[in-house]
């Protein structure tokens, strides 16, 4: 993983609790623990599982957004050997 992907998933997580919080699911308590978890997800998603298109789950509009990283907290079993269950398979992964 390149320095560059790391930026770009710590701004998706940016994203992600900026729209979280709009939506009334996050308190400012909550954003610093949740931009962690979510930056930790999208790592493993992209490192382990599965290359994801980056910049354009970035720049995707809020439905497609949401449906990843929902998407990805819902159906990633951390751990060992990593997965996502279910048969998830995120909008932006690179297959």
């Known amino acids: 993983m390149t320095a560059a992907d ?4 710590h701004a998706i997580a ?3 609790c900026g729209l979280y919080e ?3 699911h996050l308190t400012d308590a909550d954003l610093r623990f949740a931009r962690a978890g979510i ?3 999208i ?3 992209h490192s382990r599982i599965v290359p994801l298109r980056l ?3 970035l720049d995707a509009d809020d439905s497609n957004f949401a449906h990843d990283v929902g998407g990805i907290h819902r159906h990633l079993e951390d751990g060992d050997s ?3 269950k279910d048969c998830f398979l995120p909008r932006f992964a690179s297959v």
């Open 55 to 57: 910049s354009a789950f």
């Open 43 to 45: 790592m493993t998603v």
């Open 14 to 16: 940016d994203r992600a």
């Open 39 to 41: 930056a930790h997800e």
């Open 22 to 24: 709009r939506l009334g």
């Open 82 to 84: 990593p997965r996502l």
């Open 6 to 9: 790391i930026r770009i998933i």
